[in-house]
């Protein structure tokens, strides 16, 4: 659920106070098919809004899913 995602978000936050990092999520797609997904997809989307010094990137392995993400207007990343 998005508060399991608020800690890890933290601790991505506190690990860039002391080294740069990237952080790479894969398979992102697949979060549209779990309970609350969108909401989670949202709060990501915010949480990486506002950490501006950490660079994000995105993958996944089923295009059309990905395409949705970032396509679709009903989506937290459109």
């Known amino acids: 659920p998005p508060s399991g995602l608020h800690a890890v978000m933290d601790a991505i936050e506190k690990l860039s106070e002391s080294a740069k990092l990237v952080v790479v ?16 997809l949202g709060e990501l989307r915010g949480r990486m809004q506002r950490q501006r010094d950490i660079p994000y990137i995105l993958a996944g392995s089923v ?16």
């Open 25 to 40: 999520l894969d398979e992102v797609q697949a979060l549209r098919r779990i309970e609350s997904g969108d909401a989670l």
């Open 63 to 78: 295009r059309h899913e990905m395409e949705k993400l970032f396509l679709l207007p009903d989506s937290p990343f459109f």
